[in-house]
């Protein structure tokens, strides 16, 4: 892991870093063979096997960088900003948006010369001719690539940086008329699971299954969760139960079990023991591809496996090695990994569940076997929100109050649930599937929604807008880990560890909300509308145009606010003159107004598509800066972009370079 952040956050030269990668390991593996008896606990030793996986961590992460590669598109003489002419393979399908289809492809020619990467495809929705296009399609098409926009605002998604993470560096917008089908498309194993998913999917739809019910079925079983509402997907959210929409441990756990009990005879017959584990992994395998080997049912399955074939040798499994030994294997094959979300979650939970979760069982013993099954689940949830509550609050800043009473009545029904989905979508493979059976398993998943529904109507437990900084998460870390190792051990360096963690954790806290000194004003980019901010140690002034509705489901302002740790917001008008550490920025609306001024600005500010002579206005005021926010037409702005550089005066336009920052 930390060859893999080096490699991230660092430019290494792979030839001179791959050269002492292979010469320590020789080196690591000669003393390991001649001289094992000896350096078993030396100190040397254990630190040189560190470097060397730190090496190889650095290597790794930089053998899957793509654009590496001599074949990379981008690394073609001919790629340019100007129309290219390309093919590519269908790769993965991703949710839609209201305007265009999304999908991953890789590149098979580049301008007629063979080449390799990967594209982000915008497909415009055509209402004539609307359909998704399956998974290993190839079609060849002219257009130009264009970068992935990065976020415009503070605080904002990277959505840029997500895809470049998976290899993804530029997008291209087309219509289905520019898209041309070849005909020399070849399958692979994630075109014929793609192909499967969609068969059940026609199957279960034939059978009468509806759009919600079919959503929440394709996100159990088949760990797609394009389709889901997004109504019902923030419901899952905010009752704290979206993990059981994630293909994961628990799905993968349930169906081992239920692969163990169907496999079972082959342990009387000969070969048995060697047999069962070695179809029940492929199984899971299987099961992984057509989930889509998302990192938390990679990691699922990549555990399972070693546990398996650790009890098929008959070895003792500790989980901790288990853990690491299948992390260490995906991150082998895919470094990135280790900057998901969901990789960093899955593995957070299990280690909070093996950590925590037996201190908490051990805290009381019920006698009645039915209250004991739901002491247990009632303590690995709350096990699992230890491991993952940091990290949580880091990435979405919210905690589910009620996670507890929602995960406590869909656990235990889980197994039934992923149980009689997997005979069902059997049943509509074969063409055997009764109407009493599709209303029977219809009538269950409409009530799990109904039920997570009513657990996320009590917005009074949803704890929002909560401040999380990545030192938070590490102190926050770092006393879980001492609390648990004080209970084990009881000793005094692991106390004082505790109370130093904790101490450091408050002095953030007390740092972060009584000296949080900067003060900035920002002019946001929002779409047709203008917000203007004015940050004060804790405090944000807002001036904006938009109406109840639109302030009420915005995100700008949400982001800016819970990123700066600001607890006060205050509303007003936009002004027509704002003063900021001695300096002056004029707004200048539709109006067009700026004559007869008694200062001279040093910042103008254009909105609302003001129809007004820009070389007279430069000429008037000889403003340092002119902004241009992303309420003006688009044709305004590209001429006053031109005026002013004709003029040299520097030109911010916020649709393009972002929201624009003084600081004082």
């Known amino acids: 892991m930390s060859g893999i952040l080096i490699g991230h956050y660092f430019v290494l030269d792979f030839n001179l870093i791959l050269s002492i990668t292979i010469g320590l390991t020789t080196l690591v593996g000669l003393l390991w063979f001649f001289r094992r008896s000896k350096i078993d606990k030396n100190i040397a030793f254990g630190l040189l096997a560190y470097i060397v996986m730190t090496c190889i961590g650095a290597v790794v992460y930089n053998i899957q960088d793509e654009t590496l590669s001599k074949n990379h598109y981008s690394n073609i003489e001919a790629f340019s900003n100007r129309s290219q002419h390309i093919t590519f393979k269908i790769r993965e399908r991703l949710k839609p948006d209201l305007y265009n289809s999304k999908y991953i492809v890789s590149v098979v020619a580049f301008n007629n010369n063979d080449t390799s990467g990967k594209l982000l495809i915008n497909i415009n929705h055509d209402s004539l001719k609307f359909e998704n296009f399956k998974v290993d399609d190839v079609f060849s098409t002219s257009a130009i690539l264009q970068k992935i926009q990065k976020p415009l605002n503070p605080h904002q998604f990277d959505y840029a940086e997500y895809l470049e993470l998976r290899q993804v560096h530029h997008q291209m917008y087309l219509n289905h008329s520019e898209l041309f089908p070849m005909s020399n498309s070849k399958s692979t194993i994630y075109g014929f699971a793609d192909a499967l998913r969609s068969k059940i999917n026609l199957r279960l739809i034939e059978a009468g299954f509806k759009d919600d019910v079919l959503s929440i079925i394709n996100a159990l079983l088949l760990g797609q969760k394009q389709t889901i509402d997004k109504e019902i997907y923030n419901n899952y959210v905010d009752s704290g139960t979206i993990h059981i929409l994630a293909v994961s441990g628990l799905h993968v756990g349930i169906i081992l079990l ?13 070969y048995g023991h ?11 395998w299987c099961f992984a591809i057509i989930a889509g080997l998302s990192p938390s049912v990679t990691r699922a399955v990549t555990m399972f496996s070693i546990i398996s074939v650790a009890m098929h040798l008959k070895r ?18 895919k470094p990135t990994f280790l900057f998901e979300v969901g990789f960093q979650m899955s593995y957070l939970a299990v280690l909070g569940i093996v950590s925590v979760q037996p201190i908490i069982y051990k805290l009381w013993k019920p006698k009645w076997w039915l209250v004991d099954k739901f002491w247990q689940i009632f303590t690995v949830t709350l096990a699992a929100q230890a491991g993952v509550v940091p990290i949580s609050l880091f990435y979405f800043h919210q905690f589910p109050g009620l996670f507890f009473i929602s995960n406590l009545v869909v656990i235990p029904f889980l197994g039934l649930i992923l149980g009689f989905g997997i005979f069902t979508i059997t049943l509509a493979l074969i063409n055997f599937l009764p109407e009493f059976v599709v209303d029977f ?8 929604n109904g039920f997570i529904a009513w657990v996320a109507q009590f917005e009074d437990f949803l704890f929002r807008d909560i401040p999380f900084t990545i030192m938070q998460v590490i102190l926050a870390y770092l006393i879980i880990v001492a609390m648990v190792q004080v209970y084990k051990y009881r000793n005094f360096k692991w106390t004082a560890i505790a109370l130093f963690a904790i101490i450091g954790f408050q002095s953030l806290w007390i740092y972060d909300a009584y000296f949080n000194t900067d003060e900035e004003f920002i002019v ?14 804790s405090k944000l002034t807002l001036y904006h145009n938009l109406d109840t509705i639109k302030l009420k489901s915005d995100n700008v302002i949400k982001n800016y606010k819970v990123g700066e740790q600001m607890e006060r917001l205050t509303m007003d008008s936009l002004h027509s003159v704002y003063q900021f550490n001695n300096q002056t920025m004029l707004v200048i609306d539709s109006l067009g107004v700026y004559k007869s001024l008694s200062f001279q600005p040093e910042y103008i500010l254009l909105r609302n598509s003001p129809r007004l002579n820009i070389n007279r206005l430069i000429d008037s005021l000889k403003p340092k800066h002119v902004i241009a926010d992303a309420s003006n037409y688009k044709s305004y702005v590209k001429r006053w ?3 002013c550089k ?13 929201a624009f920052i003084l600081t004082k």
């Open 641 to 643: 972009k031109a005026t």
């Open 441 to 448: 398993y219809s009538y269950v998943i409409e009530s799990l």
């Open 274 to 284: 060697f047999l069962r584990p070695f179809i029940i992994v492929i199984l899971l």
């Open 258 to 270: 239920i692969l163990n009990f169907l496999f079972r005879p082959l342990l009387y017959i000969k």
């Open 524 to 537: 946001f980019n929002k779409s047709r509308y203008s917000m203007i901010g004015h940050k004060q140690h």
């Open 646 to 658: 004709n003029k040299k005066i520097p030109f911010h336009q916020t649709n393009e370079m972002g």
């Open 316 to 333: 003792p499994t500790n989980i901790y090695n288990t853990l690491i030994i299948s992390a260490f294997i995906i991150l082998l094959f």
